[in-house]
């Protein structure tokens, strides 16, 4: 147990060291340490693809929030010919799952991208120099995410300011069955038919 608390307290004092270091460098010591069989361009392509992951999984949950708390988002609020306020309403409606449904399915494909190529690098990278690679680019990524959590915020905020929120599961789910459903699932149900949890990346038995 004291020696995981040692490796735990090395780890963070290594990482903060890490972060004092430009980009660059780090890079080009990457690409020593695999004996050039990984390029800088390797390197950014993983550093885009799992930013834009992140940045797409936020979108994706801001429209859950818009879809959960039935307001619609502004890039979908325009005016629509010959429509009255209902038939508008329906509209765009189905547009929101449409846009929710598309950003859903690039996710999987950005995160399907970039656990290939990180598998790929990881094999050819020693594992402290991996280490540190990653701790960089987690941390780059968690600045950058902040203020697109930022924005979000703000205009969920502005949505959401005349509305009544649906925070029951009574408010927001409809029971037509005979079965008395536990607080446990009312809760699951309330986020949509479409939420789950995600499996576990499958294990590379290949090293």
Known sequence: MLQLKT???FLRIFASLVLKRTFVSILKDVVRASKETVSTADLRRFERLSWRAKKVEQDVLFLKNCKAFQVIPKFLNFKIPNANSYDAKSIRKRLLRTTLQKLESKLK????ETYQIKED???KIPSIVWYTFIVYVTENIRKRIR?????????MS????????PFTASETITNLSNRKFKEEELNLLQNGLSFGIPPPPPISLTR
């Open 147 to 155: 203020s697109v959590i930022h924005i979000h915020e703000k205009k």
């Open 158 to 165: 502005a949505l959401t300011r005349n509305v009544q929120l």
């Open 7 to 9: 490796v735990v307290i």
């Open 109 to 112: 494909q950005l995160e399907r």
């Open 121 to 123: 690098l990881r094999r």
